[in-house]
């Protein structure tokens, strides 16, 4: 996206999934429940992160090499969007 802010999920970000061994929608679900866990624990590197880019205005290009097969940055998205919203 045009003037979108760029962000790299993959690792060693932070946001990267930590899952390496399963299929692919077995790391996303493992990565999911990792997700919500780390944003839940307040002051943790990866809820920070959350709670940083969901201050950014505008669009947040999220990339991965998974794209456009399923990726956990589907669940990043949800969660910056989630903060977004206050919740």
Known sequence: TP???????????VLSNPYKDGTRDEMCDAFGV??????????SPFRREIE???????????Q??????RCHGETVRNLIETCRMGL
């Open 3 to 13: 003037g979108a802010m760029v962000v790299s999920i993959m690792r060693p970000s």
């Open 34 to 43: 990792y997700a919500v866990d780390q944003y839940l624990t307040p002051g």
């Open 52 to 62: 940083r880019l969901a201050k950014v205005g505008g669009c947040i290009d999220l």
């Open 64 to 69: 991965c090499c998974c794209a456009p097969l």
